[in-house]
T-cell receptor, first 115, second 115 residues
Framework: AQTVTQSQPEMSVQEAETVTLSCTYD???????LFWYKQPPSRQMILVIR??????QNATENRFSVNFQKAAKSFSLKISDSQLGDTAMYFC????????????FGKGTLLTVNP | DVKVTQSSRYLVKRTGEKVFLECVQD?????MFWYRQDPGLGLRLIYF???????EKGDIPEGYSVSREKKERFSLILESASTNQTSMYLC??????????????FGDGTRLSIL
């Protein structure tokens, strides 16, 4: 069974600074997908960024980028120029290539952006 | 945009009651999921469905059942509610087929309290 570990339950950052959230996972599969989801306070969970394991290039979405280290089974999220609206719970998630689209989530990191 | 609608944001029930949580999606998605979210535990999969009348157990199915009579609707049933089922419940949906890297789209969640 796959496991996803987020070792930082809480983090804080000053507005406009850069922060990195860590995620490691364990799997024996070679083909899989990784996701970061964001859940703002009392609001809907939304996708931030995704990475296909067969792609060597790290995914980027505007201020959000990942550092995908396949050999180390590491998938960290970097948020540049942090904004107050980035305050949220962030979940790392794993989906195996043949898993019927099931996601395995980490326990989450609560990120607070301070003014 | 995909819309996943959960029938209630907040729900209070009593122990022993039969509880129905409803979820509807408007994008003709094949796959639908029910999770529960608890502080410090992240999201855990209860059940999922990859087609009408098809269902599979997730990681924590005990005490729950599901129903999918129509493609757009996926119901979670607590057969006899207990206090340890007090939680936030999230419904999600995604496309099926070969597009296995498609993200899951989430509803707003139902915060269920069992007294």
């Amino acid at each position: 069974a796959q496991t996803v570990t987020q070792s930082q339950p809480e983090m804080s950052v000053q507005e406009a600074e850069t922060v990195t959230l860590s995620c490691t996972y364990d799997t024996s599969e070679s083909n899989y997908y990784l996701f970061w989801y964001k859940q703002p306070p009392s609001r809907q969970m939304i996708l931030v960024i995704r990475q296909e394991a067969y792609k060597q290039q790290n995914a980027t979405e505007n201020r959000f980028s990942v550092n995908f280290q396949k050999a180390a089974k590491s998938f960290s999220l970097k948020i540049s120029d942090s904004q107050l609206g980035d305050t949220a719970m962030y979940f790392c998630a794993f989906m195996g290539g043949g898993s019927n689209y099931k996601l395995t989530f980490g326990k989450g990191t609560l990120l607070t952006v301070n003014p | 945009d995909v819309k996943v609608t959960q029938s209630s944001r907040y729900l209070v029930k009593r122990t022993g009651e039969k509880v129905f949580l409803e979820c509807v999606q408007d994008m003709d998605h094949e796959n639908m999921f029910w999770y529960r979210q608890d502080p410090g535990l992240g999201l855990r999969l209860i059940y999922f469905s990859y087609d009408v009348k098809m269902k599979e157990k997730g990681d924590i199915p005990e005490g729950y059942s599901v129903s999918r009579e129509k493609k757009e609707r996926f119901s979670l049933i607590l057969e006899s509610a207990s206090t340890n089922q007090t939680s936030m419940y999230l419904c999600a949906s995604t496309l099926g087929g070969v597009l296995s890297n498609q993200p899951q789209h989430f509803g707003d969640g139902t915060r269920l309290s069992i007294l």
